[in-house]
């Protein structure tokens, strides 16, 4: 078995093809990686939840192995998307066919009906593989009677459930009662999630801006319907954009891919940064077959004995490479798919048609002058100014790459990285970044905002004198 494979051949086109085709036929494709991907992680999950793999076992000596449920749920999840896509091309057809197959015994067996009887107050994130199934066009009416009783009997509470777990209850609810399509999602549910609240730009971590794309795939059954969020939707995609800044400046592709979706799935058009993105996590994924995971470097470059590399790959790089398949299935909705190219900062639309508010940050908001010697964003002589980091991202190389319309372009992804990484030094760091802004007139964004108010409440703190 090989995980690494080349990008599938979809189905060809006669004639000279616009730019929308061919970016079509591209997001096809990644699809298809995706669902084969999810085949042989599903495939490899079994044989080590049966006793029958040889690999080495997770732990600090090697990646974790995967997870059957967690596999079985997420290649379910992506075959629902992927249902969305038939007759589109014939070979991902068959291919998500036979990963339905797959699905059905791991999805409704014995070990998810004693889930469903040992913990019932979870019985439909337990369930959760066999709705996704029956709603792609794979159901169980058997099951489906059995899931009803045994929601219908009294069943304990258990611990309290943070708003998105319940978000997605409700969700998965809709599903198997079939009233995904009519009903919208809760909103008073929706509004104590994180998306009813600024998301903390400077300093969130890694497990907030998860829990965040997933409310949005939840609240909008992954692009399927419409959604009411309890805020602007800009301010919901600033944050986002804010966070995409975050995961690419760590080179974490599967966070990325999560975040990407946000603009699809909220049915809006993808801004600048989220096109160069998009268009440097498909590099990434030509380059390597597959779209790495957080911890493939790590482990790619210190092979652990008996693991072999394949094994290694479906361990570190299977969910990156699901998520990216979802992202594309959701970008492959009728006028949901990015631009083939990334638009020059002159076509752009400036924040302040757009009724945007005026920056907020002004010389009288810093405690020390903006440097005018400074290189304007978008030269890259600006880049020395970041405060370091050990290793060059990626999206830093590729930024290096294009030329200056494009660059100025994502003016936004730039300060985004900057705040990000100042806010993680000292005071000094964070003046400079907002200084930045202040040279550029870009300081109407979240992390502009964020920033200024860390700096007034430190000066606040600093005034109020020692304690008495």
């Known amino acids: 078995m090989s995980a690494v494979v080349p990008m599938p051949v979809v189905r060809p086109m006669v004639g000279r093809r616009s730019a929308d085709a061919r970016r079509r036929e591209d997001l096809l494709g990644r699809v298809h990686l995706a669902v084969r991907m999810a085949r042989r992680s599903l495939k490899r999950a079994l044989a080590e939840e049966e006793g029958a793999a040889t690999g080495a076992a997770g732990g600090g000596g090697a990646p974790a192995p995967l997870v059957l449920a967690k596999v ?44 469903l009887c040992h913990d019932t107050r979870r019985a439909l994130e337990h369930a959760s593989a066999h709705l996704f199934l029956g709603d792609a066009g794979y159901p169980d009416e058997a099951f489906d ?53 600024p998301l903390d730009v400077l300093a969130c971590s890694t497990l907030d801006l998860y829990m965040f794309t997933h409310v949005v795939l939840y609240a909008s059954d992954m692009g399927r319907r419409p959604v009411r969020l309890p805020r602007p939707v800009d301010e919901v995609l600033a944050e986002a954009e804010a966070g995409l800044a975050a995961a690419l400046d760590a080179d974490n592709f599967d966070l990325a891919a999560e975040l990407l979706w946000t603009w699809p799935m909220l049915d809006r058009p993808w801004s600048a940064a989220a096109v160069f993105a998009f268009d440097l996590l498909s590099t990434v994924q030509d380059e390597f077959g597959f779209l790495p995971g957080p911890e493939h470097a790590r482990w790619a470059a210190e092979p652990v004995p008996g693991l072999a590399r ?45 009724g945007m508010a005026a920056p907020l940050v002004s010389s009288a908001s810093l405690a020390s002058p903006p440097r005018r010697d400074a290189a304007p964003v978008g030269d ?56 930045g802004t202040l040279e550029h007139g870009s300081g109407d964004g979240p992390s502009a905002r964020q920033a200024l108010m860390r700096l007034r409440r430190t000066t606040a703190v600093a005034r109020s004198g020692p304690p008495v």
């Not at 990963?99 to 409704?108: S, T």
């Not at 978000?167 to 909103?187: F, K, N, T």
């Not at 631009?339 to 757009?354: E, W, Y």
């Open 72 to 115: 079985v749920g997420e290649a379910a999840m992506l075959l629902r998307m992927a249902a969305s896509l038939r007759g589109e091309d014939e070979t991902l057809d068959v291919e998500s066919r036979l990963l339905a197959v797959q699905l059905v015994a791991p999805a409704r067996g014995a070990r998810v009906k004693a889930r």
């Open 310 to 354: 394949d094994e290694m790959v479906l361990r570190t790089s299977y969910h990156a490479t699901l998520v990216m398949g979802m992202l594309c299935a959701a970008a492959l909705r009728p006028g949901a798919a990015p631009p083939a190219a990334i638009a020059s900062r002159a076509s752009l639309v400036s924040p302040s048609s757009r």
């Open 380 to 435: 890259t002589g600006w880049l020395p100014r970041l405060p370091p980091r050990a290793s060059t991202p990626r999206w830093q190389r590729a930024f290096e790459q294009l030329d200056a319309s494009r660059q100025a372009a994502l003016t936004s992804l730039c300060f985004n990285v900057w705040f990000r990484r100042a806010a993680a030094g000292d005071l000094a760091q964070l003046r400079e970044a907002l200084a």
């Open 145 to 197: 009677r059995l899931l009803d009783e045994l929601l219908e009997g009294e069943v304990a509470g258990g611990a309290e459930r943070l708003p998105n777990h319940q978000l997605e209850c409700e969700w998965l609810d809709q599903l198997r009662r079939g009233r995904v399509d009519v009903e919208p999602i809760d909103a008073e549910l929706l509004a104590a999630t994180c998306i009813g609240w």
